[in-house]
């Protein structure tokens, strides 16, 4: 077995503000990915990595970088906050970009003042 | 418009009882992945898909990917059964393992 962990849990931000969320995983997967869900709503793929230093945009790229440092890291940047913004960023793994499920880690909670 | 439609969107059960979640593609998929979100927010892992039915305890889910859809079958419902369930399917063509996700069912099991 294994875990992906998500630091913060919760982030509160200021509008305009550069925001950076970390996620680690020990299943030794080699995909993993940044969803964004918005309350009463699914998740949206973000970004995603197939191996270290490999980024592939998702749907809602826009307005975030990504960076995957090495095999078991993949942090996500919210390049400027908006104001009012609330919304749970969710990260994910698989062992690779074919057909396996996805483990997702607890989340971290963004709230933008 | 949405590939993947995800119905109900809100479920209302009593203790024991039991009833069906589905999703229908507009699409070809793949595979198909269902989680329930718990009132923490984390996403458990119930099934993965890409043919055929798989059944873990009360929970059943069927994938039929030449018709289309998906559906999860929850039976003698437990409140702890309560919670977010989502489907989440896998499109061909894509690289990565692109998943998407339908809107949710919000399950309530009350005694």
């Known amino acids: 077995g294994g875990i992906i962990t998500q630091t913060p849990k919760f982030l509160i931000g200021q509008e305009g503000q550069k925001l950076t969320l970390k996620c680690q995983q020990n299943f030794n997967h080699d995909t993993m990915y940044w969803y964004r869900q918005d309350s009463g709503k699914g998740l949206r793929l973000i970004y995603y990595s197939i191996t270290e230093n490999d980024l592939q945009k998702g749907d809602l790229s826009e307005g975030y970088d990504a960076s995957r440092e090495k095999k078991s890291s993949f942090s996500l940047t919210v390049t400027s906050a908006q104001k009012n913004e609330m919304a749970v960023f969710l990260c994910?793994?698989?062992?690779?970009?074919?057909?396996?499920?996805?483990?997702f880690g607890p989340g971290t909670r963004l709230l933008v003042l | 418009g949405d590939q993947v439609e995800q119905s109900p969107s809100a479920l209302s059960l009593h203790e024991g009882t039991g009833s069906a979640l589905r999703c229908n593609f507009t699409t070809t998929m793949r595979a198909v992945q269902w989680f329930q979100q718990n009132s923490r927010g984390s996403l458990i892992n119930l099934f993965y898909l890409a043919s055929g039915t798989k059944e873990n305890g009360r929970l059943k889910s069927t994938f039929n990917s030449k018709e289309s859809y998906s559906t999860l079958h929850i039976r003698d419902a437990q409140l702890e059964d309560s919670g977010t369930y989502f489907c989440?399917?896998?499109?061909?063509?894509?690289?990565?393992?692109?998943?998407?996700f339908g809107i949710g069912t919000l399950l309530s099991v009350k005694p």
């Open positions: 989440a399917a896998d499109g061909y063509g894509s690289s990565g393992n692109k998943l998407i």
């Open positions: 994910a793994s698989s062992i690779w970009g074919g057909q396996d499920t996805q483990y």
